[in-house]
């Protein structure tokens, strides 16, 4: 996959240089381009904002440099134009599953109030466009937005995973586990500081084990995502009693 970031502040991306997200650049998975947006502003202050129509606080990043370097980015190619922003569609593991499977991305990180609107109407002529937002609470930028994104992305590339941490199992994956968030884990040693292991997981019964991860699965899910509980399908009887 190739992903390009247009920002005015490319320096937030030098986590991409680290761990999985590291690794897949390194191994030629995943190319990621970074690109300095007032390289396209060829004022001597090198502007890329105004003040909006209207009225109102705040300032408004302008189309003409976004549009200069949009076409330089993309070309005759066809990317999927991503736009972080707090309006745009909620960013879930489906999205993140759909987006995995494209060969390009062009992310648009705006700052300010955002990005003039017409060029999201003028590059949905000829590319797919989606603003997206990672969450109910506002940033200052869509940069952190887009290391969300890469991250949740990156990880579901062939081969960025090994087999031991199987995306089939994640929290949110569609399928058998979709809405049920992962229960609590535990590694050695037996007893710390007076806490045991649950001596279910140290009693060896597969069976057992899988029962009482599904249980705490499901309690966890409803203590801590109540929304995510009313979704759940396929609920036995022993399933029932445990959320009553
Ligand atoms: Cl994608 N961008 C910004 N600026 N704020 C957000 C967001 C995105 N998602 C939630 N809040």
């Known amino acids: 996959m190739r992903a390009d970031i247009v920002s005015i502040f490319p320096e937030y991306f030098s986590p991409l240089e680290v761990s ?36 109102g606080p705040g300032m408004v990043m302008k189309p003409e440099i976004w549009g200069a370097a949009l076409d330089d980015i993309a070309g005759d190619g066809s990317p999927v134009l991503v736009v972080p922003t707090p309006s745009g569609r909620p960013f879930t593991q489906a999205m993140a599953q759909e987006l995995a499977a494209e060969p390009w991305l062009v992310f648009a990180c705006g700052r300010y109030e955002g990005i003039d609107s017409r060029v999201m109407v003028e ?40 087999n031991a941490n199987s995306v089939v199992d994640d929290s949110f994956a569609p399928g058998a586990m979709e809405n049920l968030l992962e229960g609590p884990v535990y590694t050695k040693p037996p007893v710390w500081r007076e806490h045991a292991v649950p001596d279910v997981l140290l ?33 036995d009887k022993h399933d029932r009693a445990l959320l009553d």
């Open 20 to 55: 999985l997200i590291g690794k897949a650049r390194a191994s030629g998975t995943l190319d990621v381009r970074l690109h300095q947006l007032r390289d396209w502003a060829h004022d001597v202050h090198k502007t890329v904002d105004d003040t909006p129509y209207g009225g």
């Open 123 to 162: 590059y949905g002529r000829r590319m797919r466009v989606v603003e997206v937002s990672i969450g109910d609470y506002v940033l200052a930028g869509g940069e952190v937005a887009v290391l969300v994104m890469i991250e949740a992305i990156g990880r579901l590339l062939p081969g960025v995973l090994g």
């Open 203 to 235: 009693s060896g019964h597969h069976g057992k084990v899988a029962r009482w991860r599904r249980d705490q699965a499901l309690r966890r899910t409803v203590d801590n995502r109540p929304d995510l509980a009313a979704r759940l399908t396929g609920l």
